[in-house]
């Protein structure tokens, strides 16, 4: 947004300067990253005598695996995978399926309903955890992970049922209009057209939602409570609890825990970032 | 009937049409029948029933129930003082959010709205945070903040600055702004993000033209700017309250309320009453409160997005 005329020289100044501003500011922010990072590669007892701050004398990577082992994150990595395979591909299914009639089919209570389900964006999810986990108990799967998935498909509905409406909307009715003359019936339509020209908002709200699903804690915290059900959250703060006073071994559980999220998010930003931009955001 | 279900309905030619029972009014409701369960079964249905709860005094364990009308909201508003704390700190929260994660990702957007090297990098690292589970965000901030090794004070004795290093955590005075912090780290990258598309969408001759009638960037930024991103406030500042008024999992993870109950918020609160202490009746009062309050300040939020 510099002013045109300026000749190029300080133009090129100004850049530089805006430039090291960014690259000063950027390893601030990168400062957490950094500090658990050089935490984690060094033994306790150089911590605790030469800080964070120093060239570790010893590269400890032993501490990833010792981390992984002693903190029963095998459980909770495959608790949480399980999660976001079954939970992640219904919810996406179960908020299409709402979204196209609320996108290309004409009926009374459409924007009703459409407004009814935005408010859940607003919904905290206190509101509903006393009796989510009376429930849970009475259909007796409280303790289980399937407790977790009818809640997180709720929560999650109202931002994927808005930005899936957004995206069919921009499908032309003719295409629709095309395969119902050829006799196809709604579902097929549905299931033939929309959703194969939908690909690219399907996959930018399945990576949306397996990061929500792998983060979230509020929730997995009132209805879990054995260690053989946690998710990764959950687990790592019990790994916390245990370990304390272990600071490397810590800082290691807490790489581990979030090397999938990062993993996703630097192979993948160019799909979510248009994702979140599309409208809003997960509550 | 079958012609109120078509969009366009506008075509007399009729080859083949799907069967009779396809074409009914009930055919916008069997595609909503999956979500509509989910969604009034597992968030709607016990929403309601938390409000029912919140007129009972219930160990949530036990069936005996006493109702008590409106005793729970009576105590909530006149008699608990931790329950105020909570309040003010949700307002000094919600207050704080409106402007430092906000006023952090407008910058950001600003100057990484350009085709200069490496903006990309840029932006995804200011990103980067906001895909972390809180839980970890959580701990990876009580380290920063650990009073012997932690890089604030650290850094501060390294600059001269040994005199303020302190347990930011464990101090009266700094917890709930050591907190706030982590969740500035936390959530500015969403307002970045939501900023450059705002940014973006901003017609391009509105800057040639403030060019050639000479406007500074100040002024080119507060007339034509600004204005431009007032869509994008709303949605910003909605996003800002409501998330201040959810605020759980940090101070859950990072000071459990402490200390001396100085960082409870209504959230958390309503986690230890109902799940610590076993007032199941009371939790859910208070539960509503923030619902109310939240859904309250959603309206235009929500109007604004049933219209696009």
């Known amino acids: ?22 690259v000063v500011l950027s390893l601030i922010w990168l400062m957490p990253f950094i500090t658990v990072f050089l935490s984690a590669i060094r033994s ?36 949480s995978l399980i999660l976001i395979a079954v939970k992640v591909p219904l919810g996406i299914i179960i908020a299409s399926l709402a979204a196209y009639p609320l996108a290309k089919m004409r009926f009374r209570l459409s924007l009703p309903i459409f407004v009814f389900f935005l408010a859940g964006l607003a919904i905290p999810v206190q509101v509903t955890l006393q009796p989510l986990l009376v429930m849970m108990k009475q259909i007796g799967i409280s303790n289980s992970l399937a407790a977790l998935i009818p809640p997180y498909i709720a929560f999650g509905l109202p931002f994927q049922i808005f930005v899936m409406r957004g995206f069919f909307r921009l499908i032309p009715s003719e295409l629709l209009e095309a ?35 792998w983060n979230e804690f509020l929730i997995a915290l009132v209805l879990i409570s054995t260690n053989e059900a946690r998710t990764v959250p959950l687990g790592l ?29 630097l192979f993948l930003q160019r799909y979510f970032i248009s994702g979140l931009t599309s409208g809003a955001v997960k509550g | 009937m079958a012609r109120d279900v078509l969009t366009e309905s506008r075509s007399p030619v ?36 938390s409000l029912w709860i919140s007129f009972f005094d219930w160990d949530g364990l036990s069936a005996d129930m006493t109702f008590v ?26 207050i704080a959010s409106l402007i430092v994660p906000t006023g952090v990702g407008l910058g950001f957007a600003l100057a990484l709205n350009r085709r200069t090297p490496g903006t990309t990098a840029f932006r995804a690292i200011v990103y980067s945070p906001a895909v972390l589970p809180l839980v970890a965000v959580g701990l990876i901030w009580s380290w920063m903040y650990n009073p012997q090794f932690g890089a604030v004070n650290v850094v501060l004795k390294a600059i001269g600055l040994g005199a303020l290093a302190r347990g930011w955590l464990s101090d009266f005075d700094t917890a709930l702004a050591a907190t706030f912090i982590t969740g500035v780290w936390a959530g500015a990258g969403l ?39 007032s869509e994008t406030h709303v949605i910003v500042l909605s996003l800002a ?14 000071t459990y309320g402490g200390p001396g109950q100085t960082t409870q918020v209504l959230g958390t609160w309503m986690y230890f009453q109902s799940f610590q202490y076993y007032h199941a009746g009371y939790g859910a009062a208070i539960a509503w409160v923030i619902a109310a309050i939240v859904l309250a300040i959603a309206v235009p939020y929500i109007r604004r997005m049933s219209r696009s």
């Open chain 2, 69 to 94: 009308g409106l005793d729970n909201y009576i105590k909530l508003f006149l008699y608990d003082e931790v329950a105020r704390r909570a309040f003010l700190n949700n307002v000094i929260w919600t």
């Open chain 1, 1 to 22: 947004m510099q002013p045109v005329a300026l000749n190029p020289g300080r133009r090129r100044a100004e850049q530089t300067l805006l430039f090291g501003c960014l």
């Open chain 2, 241 to 254: 309250v409501i998330q201040a008024f959810k605020v759980f999992d940090l101070i859950y993870v990072m």
């Open chain 1, 44 to 79: 306790q007892g150089d911590l605790i005598s030469n800080g964070v701050f120093t060239i570790p004398k010893t590269f400890q990577w032993g501490n990833f695996w010792k981390a992984w082992n002693t903190g029963d994150f095998p459980i909770y990595f495959r608790n």
């Open chain 1, 237 to 265: 703060l019990q790994f916390q609890g245990e370990h304390a006073s272990n600071y490397v071994l810590l800082m290691a559980g807490i790489i581990i825990s979030i090397v999938p999220v990062i993993a996703i998010f």
């Open chain 2, 14 to 49: 009729v080859h083949g049409r799907p069967p009779r029972w396809q074409r009914g009014w009930y055919v916008p409701y069997l595609f909503l029948a999956p979500a509509l369960f989910f969604y009034c079964g597992f968030l709607v249905y016990p929403m309601l029933s």
């Open chain 2, 191 to 229: 307002f970045m993000v939501l900023y450059l598309a705002g940014l973006q969408s901003i017609n391009r001759e509105y800057y040639e033209a403030a060019r050639i009638d000479g406007a500074s960037a100040f002024q080119i930024f507060r007339h034509v700017t600004l204005p431009g991103l």
């Open chain 1, 179 to 213: 395969s119902r003359m050829d006799g196809a019936s709604e579902f097929t339509t549905f299931w033939r057209i929309m959703l194969p020209l939908s690909l690219p908002a399907l996959a930018t709200l399945a990576i949306i939602d397996v990061l929500a699903t």
